[in-house]
């Protein structure tokens, strides 16, 4: 089960982390929630479907969603290629495919370098970030899959 990150408990700590792209921004989650990392394949599209789920695939032997992760977080949504992959991840006991456009890196980083999300607005709901990291190649998106797919959701999912 995937847990949250408060960077100001984790001073000292370290981070295992998957970094990847969504279009030409860069993401990244704890590697604690992902079970594997998959090439693209086509998936089969599921009628009346929430809007960003693709379709399911057949993971060995298990039926799983597929989820276009940069719809879900609000950008256009991803045309799949042959450098695309499947990140299959568990989340509220589920597991779930996330479709990105390529996985960058792994990487460990100190805790103390993920920074909160600044306020933008009253309206502005950041709880599917836990923080952004900044490193010499720019700056990573730290992504909260707990949040983004909340226990409910994840049952309709699985439904």
Known sequence: MATTINSTSYSGETLEIIAFRLH??????????????RGWAPSTPIPHAPADVIGVM???GSVIP???LAYKL??????????????????????IGMLVDRVSDILTIPSSQVQPVPEISASFDKSFSEGIIANENGMICFLNLAKMFKGTEAD???A
């Open 66 to 68: 597929i989820i276009d």
């Open 74 to 95: 609000g950008m256009k949504s991803t045309v799949a290629n042959e450098r695309s992959a499947i990140v299959v991840a568990e989340v509220h006991n589920m597991v």
């Open 156 to 158: 309709d999912l699985a």
């Open 58 to 60: 057949n993971l060995r």
């Open 24 to 37: 030409d921004q860069e993401f990244c989650v704890k590697t604690t929630t992902i079970r594997e990392i």
